[in-house]
């Protein structure tokens, strides 16, 4: 992560940067590209909101990364919504977010895993799948594969899945 | 076929006239208006009784017309008679329609005068709006005819205020620079606007075989 691009993009000087970054748990002196998820999603029914710090490559749409809703199904949004908010919003100062968000990619596809301490569908919390036709996933995945944030598993592993409900 | 979005709309109100069983509001839209009015009626009897003691609830009792007759009432309107008639919701929106709802149904009332057995139409079918502009929803309507192969002239015969032009064509030309920076045609940007029909994040189940597609 290039720090001065990043000062530049977020329009601050280097006192507001520094803080920016300690305030955002980032990484103050070599800042890490990351995932974070709201706890409770504005704007309609049943979406998630993913924001994404990271400003390498060209897929980002924020300035400082990438951030879009996805529609999700209601059980997640319930499930974040019980959730304690841990992060503050990269676009703002409000608490509401919370991290542990890994994109793994298996040879079925992508999964987004959040990592809780709270049972969601699985035990160490939330596993999704990533839907391959959604342009806006297409987006979110080139955004992230620019800034190393998708971690393959190697060929032959298979995608966990959750046993469905009786 | 007809031979412009006038004369196209003009017959769809004279087929609505003709068919007073396709403009019965259904239970569904009728049930939650009706309880909109209920609540109005109660709110109001709230500012009345207590209008003597304080003013508390005098501005929320002011409801209106348009607050038991939203925009998604007249969304759902559209939509409703649109798919009944087998037309465009603009065609549908281009009528003057007034609502007649009570606790044992509800019917749509399509507002035209009568000459001998043809109802006659077009007082008020208005095109131009107070300031003599082409109403906007008349243009929709005009593209949507096109578009439906409902219209044979697709040469529209009226001005629109320029206001209005300017701002279609700054999306117009927003939506093409979109397309050019992210490779994509213009349907496939509009097309990624929308709310998709199927998770965008999904649980993967045992049985889910979608994945291996």
Redesign the interface.
């Given at each position: 992560m290039e720090i001065k691009t990043l000062q530049k993009e977020l329009g601050m000087t280097d006192g507001q940067i520094t803080k920016w970054l300690a305030e955002h748990n980032v990484g103050k002196d070599e800042p890490q590209a990351t995932l974070q998820i709201r706890v409770t999603a504005t704007g309609?029914l049943?979406l998630?909101h993913i924001q994404g710090f990271g400003n390498r490559g060209s897929h980002g749409n924020r300035p400082y990364g990438f951030a879009d809703k996805?529609?999700?199904?209601s059980?997640?949004v319930s499930w974040l919504g019980e959730r304690e908010p841990t992060h503050l919003s990269f676009a703002s100062e409000q608490k509401c977010y919370i991290r542990g968000c890994c994109l793994i990619e298996y040879d079925?596809?992508v999964?987004?895993q959040i990592e809780n301490e709270n049972a969601g569908?699985v035990a160490s919390g939330y596993?999704?799948?990533?839907?391959k036709?959604?342009?806006?996933?297409k987006a979110l995945l080139a955004w992230a594969r620019e800034n190393d944030l998708v971690t393959p598993v190697g060929s032959g592993v298979k995608?966990?899945?959750?046993?469905?409900e009786e | 076929m007809h031979n412009s979005v006038v004369e196209g709309i003009d017959a769809l109100a004279v087929t609505m006239l003709k068919n007073p069983d396709k403009l019965i509001i259904p239970d569904r839209i009728k049930d939650y208006t009706v309880a909109k009015i209920k609540l109005g009626e109660s709110l109001f009897n709230l500012a009345k009784q207590t209008g003597h003691k304080h003013a508390g609830w005098i501005d929320l009792a002011g409801g209106s017309y348009g607050d038991i007759y939203d925009n998604l009432f007249w969304y759902d309107t559209f939509v409703t008679l649109s798919e009944r008639f087998d037309v465009p919701m603009s065609w549908v929106a281009c009528i003057d329609i007034y609502p007649v709802v009570g606790s044992l149904g509800g019917q749509w009332a399509v507002l035209h005068e009568s000459e001998g057995e043809v109802p006659k139409m077009f007082k008020n079918f208005n095109i131009f709006d107070k300031e003599g502009n082409c109403r906007e929803m008349i243009y929709a309507a005009h593209l949507d005819g096109v578009e439906r192969g409902l219209i044979s002239n697709i040469h529209f015969p009226f001005d629109r205020p320029d206001v209005i032009k300017d701002w279609t064509n700054e999306a117009n030309n927003h939506l093409e620079t979109m397309a050019e920076v992210l490779d994509k045609s213009v349907e496939e940007v509009l097309e990624s606007l929308k709310k998709p029909t199927e998770h965008e994040l999904y649980t993967p189940y045992e049985d889910d075989d979608s994945l291996n597609k």
């Open positions: 309609g049943d998630a996805f529609y999700v199904e059980n997640l079925e596809g999964t987004l569908n596993l999704l799948a990533l839907n036709d959604s342009m806006k996933v995608m966990p899945r959750v046993p469905k | -």
